[in-house]
């Protein structure tokens, strides 16, 4: 069974930092590239970071480069997103999942930064 839970989002102050995590199940993390995905009211779901199953290689999408850091832990199958100098335009919920993704997605998190 294909699981993948996102935690970790909130109401912050522009400028400020959120860490979100996303537990998923072995048979979708394992060997994978994991990805961080947001979708906006009104907007498509874009991918904003992606990681290597090894963690070696690391994209992430131009509005937020230098600000997030993907990272993985393998042993336990978490994915992380640490988001720092949070702006307004980041407001979205965010979801995780593989590159490709599976159809069946999250109930994501909301991240919400005030101006």
């Known amino acids: 069974q294909v699981q993948l839970v996102e935690s970790g989002g909130g109401l912050v102050q522009a400028g400020g930092s959120l860490r979100l995590s996303c537990a998923a199940s072995i048979n979708m993390f394992s060997g994978n590239t994991m990805g961080w995905y947001r979708q906006a009211p009104g907007k498509q779901r874009d991918l904003v970071a992606r990681?290597?199953?090894?963690?070696?290689?690391?994209y992430y999408a131009d509005s937020v480069k230098g600000r997030f850091t993907i990272s993985r832990d393998n042993a336990n199958n978490t994915l992380y997103l640490q988001m720092n100098s949070l702006k307004p335009e980041d407001t979205a919920v965010y979801y995780c999942?593989?590159?490709?993704?599976?159809?069946?997605w999250g109930q994501g998190t909301q991240v919400t930064v005030s101006s």
């Open positions: 999942n593989k590159l490709p993704p599976i159809t069946s």
């Open positions: 990681i290597t199953p090894a963690g070696r290689i690391r």
